[in-house]
Every structure is written in structure tokens, then in C-alpha cells.
């Protein structure tokens, strides 16, 4: 079974930028569309960030123009590159195919903050 492991939150002020890693423990990031996902408290899990395998990407408007995907096939690791972080980004982070097929990892908490 293919295991997810986010990495690369924590508290960050308002403007800041932090990359967060999913590292895939099993072959399926260049073969599967992949994804970013959020969750605020009291919110339901959202997509934030999608890449197919031939490479085209997709954001929420949301965070359009601010945050980056992308992919190392080599080493089955997608990355989210965070910038202009706003107090709203804070969430906790999930990586998973899109749509979601795989269990989900514990995903690692971004906090945007002064």
C-alpha cells in the first residue's frame, strides 16, 4: 500500500513562504494526477493544486499566482512552494492523487500568523 508523508509546515507570518514535501512511498507521482489538498477547522478538505503526469497544472483561485507545484519523479516527492502566505492559508496540508484514491497521510500544518 502506497504511503503518503507530507512535510515542511509551521508558522509562518503574513507575506512569508515555506515548500511543503509529500514524499510517495510507492511509484505513482509520475503516473498519477497529483494533488494538494487543504483543511481549515471547520472547513471540508479542499483542492488547492493539481499536476498530471504530462504536466499540466492547475490552482484554486485562491491561491493562484501564489503557490507552486511541482514534481520530482525520481525521488516520488511533489512540492508545494508557498508564497504571500495570508492569514487564510493556515490549514493543514494533505498530498493525494486527484481525485483522492490513496488513504490519507497525516499532512503537516501550515500556521500563518503574526
Known amino acids: 500500500q502506497v504511503r503518503l508523508v507530507e512535510s515542511g509546515g509551521g508558522l509562518v507570518q503574513p507575506g512569508g513562504s515555506t515548500t511543503l514535501s509529500c514524499a510517495a512511498s510507492?511509484?505513482?507521482?509520475?503516473?498519477?494526477?497529483m494533488g494538494w489538498y487543504r483543511q481549515a477547522l471547520g472547513k471540508q478538505r479542499e483542492v488547492v493544486a493539481r499536476?498530471?503526469?504530462?504536466?499540466?497544472?492547475l490552482y484554486a483561485d485562491s491561491v493562484k499566482g501564489r503557490f507552486t507545484i511541482s514534481r520530482d519523479n525520481s525521488k516520488n516527492t511533489v512540492y508545494l512552494q508557498m508564497n504571500s502566505l495570508k492569514l487564510e492559508d493556515t490549514a493543514i496540508y494533505y498530498c493525494?492523487?486527484?481525485?483522492?484514491?490513496?488513504?490519507w497521510g497525516q499532512g503537516t500544518q501550515v500556521t500563518v500568523s503574526t
Open positions: 493525494n492523487t486527484a481525485p483522492p484514491i490513496l488513504t
Open positions: 499536476i498530471t503526469p504530462g504536466g499540466t497544472i
Open positions: 510507492g511509484n505513482i507521482v509520475s503516473a498519477y494526477t
